[in-house]
């Protein structure tokens, strides 16, 4: 299983499962959001696991505790790999969060994971957000949240990944902003290339536009593959304990 995470940014089930269709559930994971889910709803989870794949819902819960807990225990009960929250929610709703997984799960716990600072944001954005000491602070202070809660990992970005790595090792790095070299960066601030993501210690990368909006998804996805199998041949070479994670 690669790291590679397919994210189906599209405008309802038909249109996400012909996508599906040309991703094998052996070489990626698929990533349901906000647009999706609220479009297609749980059934569409269904036919994607029927399908063979591994889905990470991507519903980013940010509220009060309870209403988190709720919602994490209920995406946890539709048989998803893994879900997320936003850190910003504060350590007592991740916490809550984590609690609404365990008491939900079966014999698989989904891993939940928080958003740290969104990819699409950079350090003005943030100092817009009243936060002045920049992107990378921010992250870490957030990574630090997420590790306390006893989450399972984080969103960052790539550009975070090695740092992170030092401080927190437990975490899981899921990294959003994947682009290819040369290819657009559309709305992402923080972006980084498959291979230095994954040498910087990225465990998951998601990715969408650079394959989804591609004149030719199979191949853009097919070149997507190559590199990160490549690099993945490399660092498991270099760390063969990680093999299994
Ligand atoms: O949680 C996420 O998945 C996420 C967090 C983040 O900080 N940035 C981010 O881009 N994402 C998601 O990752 C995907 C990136 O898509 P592309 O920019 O098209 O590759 C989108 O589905 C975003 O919703």
């Given at each position: 299983m690669t790291p590679l995470i397919v994210a189906?940014?599209?405008?309802d089930a038909r249109t996400a499962l012909e996508l599906a269709a040309g991703l094998d559930p052996r070489r990626c994971r698929v990533k349901v959001g906000k647009e999706l889910f609220t479009s297609a709803g749980p059934a569409l989870l269904e036919d994607l696991r029927e399908r063979g794949f591994e889905i990470f819902l991507d519903l980013k819960f940010h509220d009060i505790p309870q209403t988190v807990a709720k919602a994490c225990a209920a995406a946890t009960r539709l048989g998803v790999w893994m879900l997320n929250v936003h850190a910003s929610g504060g350590l007592a709703m991740l916490q809550a969060a984590r609690e609404g997984v365990e008491d939900a799960a079966g014999p698989t716990r989904p891993k939940l994971i928080a958003v740290t600072v969104l990819t699409s944001l950079d350090d003005g954005a943030l100092a817009e957000l009243g936060c002045r000491d920049g992107v990378d602070a921010q992250v870490e202070r957030l990574a630090s949240l997420a590790a306390k809660a006893g989450l399972d990992g984080v969103v960052c970005s790539a550009r975070e990944a090695a740092r992170l790595k030092g401080l927190e090792p437990g975490l899981l790095r899921v990294t959003p902003g994947i682009r290819p070299a040369q290819a657009a960066g559309d709305d992402q601030k923080r972006v980084m290339t498959p291979a230095r993501a994954l040498a910087a210690g990225a465990d998951y990368l998601v990715v969408g536009r650079p394959i989804?909006?591609?004149?030719?998804p199979a191949q853009a996805l097919a070149a997507l593959l190559a590199e990160i199998e490549g690099a993945t041949a490399t660092h498991f070479h270099d760390h063969p304990s990680e093999e299994s994670a």
């Open positions: 189906l940014d599209c405008a989804t909006a591609a004149a030719d």
